[in-house]
């Protein structure tokens, strides 16, 4: 199973940040598997953004949760973070991550995820 980030590399404060994951060699509707999103900033830790998992459900960390949305295309075997009035503290690297579980505070706590994508916000 293979993960591919896509999305601007640069956003300015107070848009939308928007970035796609394309999953390839399993369905993103296969039983029990959650579909997250994690972004690091520099010198700090992985932080759990929010997942989309097999039926479509979704969830989000607090801090984050009046920001962010994660939707999903079935057809592109795909889900969308989109992250709202966004600052230069969202800067960061996202990674798009997929497995039985969600929230691990390290990458390979996750069974599958992508190599990162660098976002800056400029102000």
């Known amino acids: 199973v293979q993960l591919q980030e896509s999305g601007p590399g640069l956003v300015k404060a107070s848009q939308t940040l928007s970035l796609t994951c394309t999953v390839s060699g399993d369905s993103i509707e296969g039983d029990f598997y959650y579909w997250s999103w994690v972004r690091q900033a520099p010198g700090q830790d992985l932080v759990w953004i929010g997942y989309?998992?097999?039926?479509?459900?979704?969830d989000y960390s607090a801090p984050l949760n009046s920001r962010a949305s994660i939707s999903r295309d079935l057809a592109k075997n795909q889900f969308t973070l989109e992250l709202s009035s966004v600052t230069p503290e969202d800067t960061a690297v996202y990674y798009c991550?997929?497995?039985?579980?969600?929230?691990?505070?390290?990458?390979?706590?996750?069974?599958?995820y992508g190599r990162g994508t660098q976002v800056t916000v400029s102000s």
């Open positions: 989309i998992d097999y039926t479509g459900d979704t």
């Open positions: 991550a997929g497995g039985r579980d969600w929230g691990s505070p390290k990458l390979n706590g996750y069974d599958y």
